[in-house]
């Protein structure tokens, strides 16, 4: 069993930057590959980022490449996604999510989930 908590989210103007964190509870969280999902008013929940075990790969979906950086520290359990260059389109509540490697980009895959943080971008 695996507990994810993410933090980090709130309120911010367009350009701006938010990090977000998601803590993860157990000891095995270095086995896992972990995406980060986002779901905004009356939409799916969309992939966002994911990486894979011990860090040695991330994927991004296009809408944040080069803006969005997902990266893992396993001395802390914890998984973070830097958000740079923040758009409107970017608010959205924002997943942290686990599964055995390698990462996907369909939300199916994941096996545990986080409560969500709210990303708020304004014009």
């Known amino acids: 069993q695996v507990q994810l908590v993410e933090s980090g989210g709130g309120l911010v103007q367009a350009r701006g930057s938010l990090r977000l964190s998601c803590a993860a509870s157990?000891?095995?969280?270095?086995?896992?590959?972990m995406g980060w999902f986002r779901q905004a008013p009356g939409k799916e929940r969309e992939f966002v980022a994911g990486?894979?075990?011990?860090?040695?790969?991330?994927y991004y979906a296009d809408s944040v490449k080069g803006r969005f950086t997902i990266s893992r520290d396993d001395a802390k359990n914890t998984v973070y996604l830097q958000m740079n260059s923040l758009k409107p389109e970017d608010t959205a509540v924002y997943y942290c999510?686990?599964?055995?490697?390698?990462?996907?980009?369909?939300?199916?895959?994941?096996?545990?989930w986080g409560q969500g943080t709210q990303v708020t971008v304004s014009s």
């Open positions: 157990g000891r095995t969280f270095s086995m896992y590959a």
């Open positions: 999510a686990s599964k055995h490697d390698p990462p996907a980009v369909t939300r199916w895959a994941y096996e545990y």
């Open positions: 990486i894979s075990r011990r860090g040695g790969a991330t």
